[in-house]
């Protein structure tokens, strides 16, 4: 089993859709959680870190259960400009600097 | 804002010899991380680095070393190369206490 799963999609969205991605992880010790966004071929971007509380960044809202392992990212009133692989990422402890581990990344694509 | 550079932006290598990629902190970003993506694949953890010093070890090939300089750049040094090589390498950095992760635009590696 990986130790980040993602459901790969794609999900194919018409603009101003909302959509959902989640990600299960499987070291109960992890104490960060990231979404980033990576556009083909190009580097991963941190889209926003994920919080116990959850949290909101404009139209994302982040949410983290940490009873089921589980990160959930939303995305509103989807933009043709969001469409990218979206990939969940947890961090291994107990090290001093933690390595992030990826998941294999959801593909979105927004469609006019 | 200054972001992680990398270079050479692409490479191009034939079986055995040998490549070393550079990578230059966000400024008062002490901590340095690398990746190494495959086609399709997500990225694997390689090695980081914390004030000069190796902090943890992924799953870097014994062909590659790495070291980070005074300066907190760091280099990735690269021997026999392999066909399986090829990739894309990314270097991620951040600052102490601060486990969020800035990726360069990476290097494209291709071994002939």
């Known amino acids: 089993r990986k130790e980040v799963e993602q459901d790969p999609g794609p999900f194919n969205v018409p603009e101003g859709a909302t959509v959902a991605f989640n990600c299960t992880y499987s070291?109960?010790?992890?104490?960060?959680f990231f979404w980033y966004r990576q556009d083909c071929r190009k580097e991963p971007k941190l889209l926003m870190s994920v919080y116990s509380s959850g949290n909101e960044d404009g139209r994302f809202t982040a949410q983290l259960n940490r009873a089921s392992q589980y990160i959930s990212l939303l995305i509103r009133d989807s933009k043709l400009s969001d469409s990218a692989t979206y990939l969940c990422?947890?961090?291994?402890?107990?090290?001093?600097?933690?390595?992030?581990?990826f998941g294999t990344g959801t593909r979105l694509q927004v469609f006019p | 804002a200054a972001g992680v550079i990398q270079s050479p932006r692409h490479l191009i290598k034939e079986k055995r010899e040998t490549a070393t990629l550079k990578c230059y902190p966000i400024?008062?970003?002490?901590?340095v991380y690398w990746y190494q993506q495959g086609p399709g694949q997500d990225p694997q953890f390689l090695i980081s680095?914390?004030?000069?010093?190796?902090?943890d070890k992924g799953s870097i090939p014994d062909r590659f070393s790495a070291q980070q300089f005074s300066d907190y750049h760091s280099e990735l040094n690269m021997s026999s190369l392999e066909l399986g090589d090829s990739a894309l390498y990314f270097c991620?950095?951040?600052?102490?206490?601060?486990?969020?992760?800035?990726f360069g635009p990476g290097t494209r590696l291709t071994v002939l």
């Open positions: 070291n109960s010790a992890s104490q960060s």
């Open positions: 400024p008062r970003h002490d901590t």
């Open positions: 991620a950095s951040s600052t102490d206490g601060n486990n969020e992760q800035f």
């Open positions: 680095f914390y004030e000069k010093m190796q902090s």
């Open positions: 990422v947890v961090n291994i402890p107990p090290y001093n600097t933690d390595k992030l581990i």
